[in-house]
């Protein structure tokens, strides 16, 4: 089992949401979350006074699968958020030992 955690723009929700589905990814977690990459932040421009923006608002999902489609799960990630900018986000993968359904006590692949 693997949870894959991606930060992608926030705008993007919707487009990688439709495109897991499509896979038939069935759980999801999503977290409003802030931080910087590269870019460092941004400044903008309020009433003619710039203020620097230091934590950029992203979206963060994290998704439990098998280990045989987590290719698919990022495929399917990268389809939707690339938007050939700067700031399109990160996937990262991580070993899930175990995982557990709380309502029937399954564990495993059985749970997710």
Known sequence: MKLITAIIKPHKLDEVREALSEIDIKGITVTEVKGFGRQRGHVELYRGAEYTIDFVPKTKLEIAVSG?????????????????????????????????????????????
Do not use: M, P
């Not at 990268?78 to 557990?100: H, R, W, Y």
């Open 68 to 112: 045989d489609i987590v290719d698919q799960v990022i495929e399917a990630i990268i389809g939707a958020a690339n938007s050939s900018t700067i700031g399109d986000g990160k996937i990262f993968v991580t070993t899930l030992e175990q995982a557990i359904r709380i309502r029937t006590a399954e564990s495993g692949n059985e749970a997710l």
